[in-house]
């Protein structure tokens, strides 16, 4: 199974980018995605996640309104799009697929229970 995510890059505050994640190796349309990012001296922290079927989404407070999170199962990829980028941004993206339903809302949000993982893309939103 490989994840590739990409997309990201520099981009100035207020500014936005559209990551993505191509998928092969399974099949996608049985799992659930998400994004997670990571910076510099941080934990690794929630920033989205989609259904199987793209029916419900889920999303980290500080990006609520302004990123929105897609999936095309017959492309076997999904997408964060990142709108209004503030420099607390900043971090390497990576996209995870999990199971196909997670009993509670909550376990979207856990990386523990995402088996497979992309490579990250770097975002850099500077001030």
């Known amino acids: 199974v490989q994840l590739q995510a990409s997309g990201g890059g520099l981009v100035q505050a207020g500014g936005s980018l559209r990551l993505s994640c191509a998928v092969s190796?399974?099949?996608?349309?049985?799992?659930?995605i998400a994004w997670f990012r990571q910076a510099p001296g941080k934990e690794r922290e929630f920033v989205a996640a989609?259904?199987?079927?793209?029916?419900?989404?889920n999303y980290a407070d500080s990006v609520k309104g302004r990123f929105t999170i897609s999936r095309d199962n017959a492309k076997n990829t999904a997408y964060l799009q990142m709108n209004s980028l503030k420099p607390e941004d900043t971090a390497v993206y990576y996209c995870?697929?999990?199971?196909?339903?997670?009993?509670?809302?909550?376990?979207?949000?856990?990386?523990?229970?995402?088996?497979?993982w992309g490579q990250g893309t770097q975002v850099t939103v500077s001030s």
């Open positions: 190796g399974l099949t996608f349309g049985n799992s659930a």
């Open positions: 989609i259904t199987w079927s793209g029916g419900s989404t």
């Open positions: 995870a697929l999990g199971a196909r339903v997670y009993s509670s809302n909550y376990l979207y949000t856990v990386p523990s229970a995402y088996k497979y």
